[in-house]
Structures are given as structure tokens and as C-alpha cells.
């Protein structure tokens, strides 16, 4: 009879969180329309493949250039050119891909918190990028090495191996290439001292990410010096550098505020008309 009392308990909590969740207005989201654009468009899977097939076919373009580099810093350096070939890659939205993560944190009407991503990253239930798998295999089958730099923290790192193993990725045993935030003293979100590490014993002739900090330092950097920076890299975009679309987060999002943390929703809505531009 306890045990029947327990489980009608139980039954009960789990019928009120379920109606409960079921009754989020999810549309209130700022992120709904962009997670249901990765989640379901056509095009979204159009562009992942298509910025892995440019990847395929230049990348015998550095593997016979010993000139061609990816990094700024070793456009700087003329030491570079020995160094056995490697790409950079990010891995959420970029070799991974999270959206069944944010769609569970709109359906329970949750912000992102840092317990819940974890728990989600421990759960190493995350698909292949279109294109990602084929793409990294094909580089390692040519001799380069692939680096994960990734802004997970290092407690999910095992998690995280075990999923990119899990969908056919490349992930050594005998070096450390997934290079995980906090690993190391040093090792922060800017993912500049990552990058410089790796710059030291590889040639980096590829640069893969869905945000401009994983090609360069733009943190807290204004709008303007984004766009900047972009114009003035702009031939190393389809060539040395590949970018994934990302509408759901990043540092763009960040950059429209100036960085700046604890605005009130109405300060929040004023800039936000500000930053739409409707030519009148």
C-alpha cells in the first residue's frame, strides 16, 4: 500500500510539471523563431553543407601551399612553414549541434544557466553538424591534425569526447585536441592562448567557428570594430576561414548591447528599436 501511495505521488508531481511546462506561452521567447529555423529549415542544412563542401575543396590549396597560414600571428612569424598542417575547429554549432538544448530551455521557460548546459553536455546526446563529420575525417585522413577549441567548461570535457567520438568525429589519443575553457591557467573564453598553443607546433591552414571570436580577439569589442574587422579580413572568409550561421546566441547578441550586463527590459526594448534598421 506505501509503495501504491508513492507511486499515485509521484504520478501527481509529474502531471502538474508537465501541465505546468505545457502551459508556457513559449512564443514570448526571444529565441524561439531562430531554434525552430535550425531545428527545421531546409536551409539551415543547406548552409552547414555548403561551408563544409567549400571547406573540402580548398583544402588541397594549403596542403600544397607551406606559405598558407590561417593565424594572424604566424603571418608574423616565418618559422611557420615546417610545422605539420592542422585545423582549428569550434565545436557547439559548429561540429555540434545544441538545439535540442535551448528547445528544452524554451518549452520550460528557463534562461541559460550553467547547470542545465552541463547536465545537457554530460548527456552527450548532441548531432553532427551537416557536413562536419565527412569534412574532419577527410582533412585527418590527409595528415592534418584537428584541434577543438571549444568555451565548454573542462568538468563536461569527457562528456564531450565521448559525443564527438559517438558521431564519427576525429579525436586523438595521443595528444589533447580538445582544448576545453579553464583547462589551463590562461585558458579563457577569448580562446586566444588556445589558439597561440596550438600555433606552436602546427601550421593552422584552417580556422572553423560560428562566431568572430573564434577567428580573432573580439571580445567587448563595439559593433563597429566588428564590422571592421570583418572588412578588413574579409579574404580569409570561404579560403583560411569558415563560419556557421548561429541566430540563436553569441557574441553578436552581446555586442548589440555594448557588452553590458544588467539593462532593464525597457532599457533592453529602446536599444533594440534603436538597432533595426527600417530606412526611414
Known amino acids: 500500500m506505501h509503495y501504491l501511495k508513492v507511486g499515485i505521488l509521484l504520478s501527481a508531481i509529474t502531471f502538474v510539471s508537465c501541465s505546468s511546462t505545457q502551459n508556457i506561452n513559449i512564443q514570448n521567447d526571444a529565441t524561439l523563431q531562430s531554434t525552430l ?10 548552409l552547414a553543407l555548403q561551408t563544409y563542401a567549400t571547406a573540402v575543396r580548398t583544402l588541397p590549396l594549403p596542403l600544397e601551399d607551406s606559405f598558407w597560414t590561417a593565424s594572424l600571428n604566424q603571418e608574423q612569424d616565418d618559422n611557420f612553414m615546417s610545422l605539420p598542417p592542422a585545423i582549428i575547429l569550434d565545436v557547439d554549432e559548429t ?8 528547445a528544452r530551455m524554451i518549452k520550460q521557460g528557463k534562461d541559460f544557466n550553467i547547470e542545465d548546459w552541463n547536465a545537457w553536455c554530460k548527456q552527450a546526446k548532441a548531432s553532427a553538424i551537416p557536413g562536419a563529420v565527412e569534412f574532419t575525417n577527410f582533412a585527418a585522413e590527409r595528415g592534418v591534425t584537428i584541434f577543438y577549441i571549444t568555451n565548454r567548461g573542462y568538468e563536461v570535457e569527457e562528456a564531450t569526447r565521448k559525443n564527438l567520438i559517438e558521431e564519427g568525429f576525429p579525436v586523438s589519443n595521443s595528444i589533447d585536441n580538445i582544448m576545453t575553457n579553464g583547462e589551463e591557467p590562461g585558458w579563457n573564453s577569448s580562446k586566444t592562448e588556445r589558439r597561440k ?22 571580445k567587448d569589442i563595439s559593433q563597429k570594430k566588428r564590422a571592421d574587422l570583418t572588412e578588413k579580413y574579409s579574404e580569409y572568409f570561404g579560403r583560411r576561414w569558415f563560419i556557421l550561421p548561429n541566430p540563436v546566441y553569441g557574441s553578436w547578441e552581446q555586442a548589440i548591447f555594448d557588452f553590458e550586463e544588467g539593462l532593464s527590459e525597457s532599457e533592453r526594448n529602446t536599444i533594440l528599436r534603436k538597432k533595426l534598421d527600417s530606412k526611414n
Open 197 to 218: 598553443q596550438v600555433e606552436e607546433n602546427y601550421r593552422v591552414v584552417m580556422i572553423i567557428g560560428d562566431d568572430l571570436n573564434d577567428f580573432l580577439p573580439a
Open 95 to 102: 561540429v555540434l549541434d545544441n538545439s535540442p538544448f535551448q
Open 37 to 46: 529555423w535550425v531545428q527545421n529549415s531546409a536551409e539551415y542544412d543547406a
